[in-house]
């Protein structure tokens, strides 16, 4: 249930008309939630803008991929180009949010998604374009890794993608904004207590007036 409530949560972060990215991971499962009344654009890097919904066996089409290398489907109106063009909406402004997986967050908003020291990575993708073109950035993960240590961090231990980049950061345990202040808590996922939030982070944070408390 945790990486649905972070689904559910990513998705009220997308709002009609805009162009979105999701990112490689967790985020592409978006692209079967966003509702049926959003006119929304889904762009990928690899050159296709009017992404749909992962295909049924029968619409398999393997030419036509996310940046994930997973086939996907291509809404009525959709466009394809190569890798400049796309590059040229993400580094333009043209992309009103993209929502990233994370290893690491801090609590300035540095962001640690693209590769762990030591282990093969295919390249750093379109991350850290993504970070610094487009509009809006919303990060989402779980709040501990598989050791139990928080990934929510005073700084990134991990290879930085972007420095004072994130906007929001939605964990299973929480919903972060961040602004010249500093990192604040907005919400807790259903369940979870201030207390829980606080245990399982490193970084420092304040908490909103308003904080929006479920369940």
């Not at 466009?79 to 290893?103: K, N, P, Y």
């Not at 374009?129 to 050791?147: E, F, P, S």
Request: glycine share 12%; charged share 20%; hydrophobic share 40%.
């Amino acid at each position: 249930m945790s990486r649905q409530q972070i689904l559910e949560r990513a998705v009220k972060e997308i709002q009609d008309g805009m162009c979105v990215n999701l990112g490689i991971g967790m985020p592409t499962l978006i692209a079967n939630m966003i509702p049926g009344d959003l006119n929304v654009m889904l762009q990928s890097e690899n050159g296709l803008l009017g992404i749909g919904p992962y295909p049924n066996k029968d619409e398999v089409d393997p030419d036509l991929i996310n940046a994930g290398k997973e086939t996907v489907t291509a809404k009525a109106g959709a466009s394809f180009f190569d890798s400049a063009e796309s590059f040229a909406m993400i580094r333009g402004g043209h992309i009103d949010l993209a929502i990233l997986g994370g290893m690491e967050v801090s609590e300035k908003g540095d962001l640690a998604n693209w590769m762990i020291p030591g282990k093969m990575v295919k390249g750093m993708g379109g991350a850290m374009d993504l970070v610094q073109g487009a509009k809006r950035i919303v990060v989402i993960m779980d709040h501990v890794n598989k050791h139990g240590e928080s990934k929510v961090k005073k700084s990134c231990t991990l290879p930085l993608t972007g420095k004072n980049v994130i906007h929001c950061l939605i964990t299973d345990l929480a919903v972060f904004q961040f602004s010249e202040s500093g990192m604040e808590l907005i919400e807790l996922q259903n369940g979870v207590t201030i207390e829980q939030v606080k245990s399982n982070t490193e970084a420092d944070f304040t908490v909103s007036s308003s904080l929006e408390i479920k369940g």
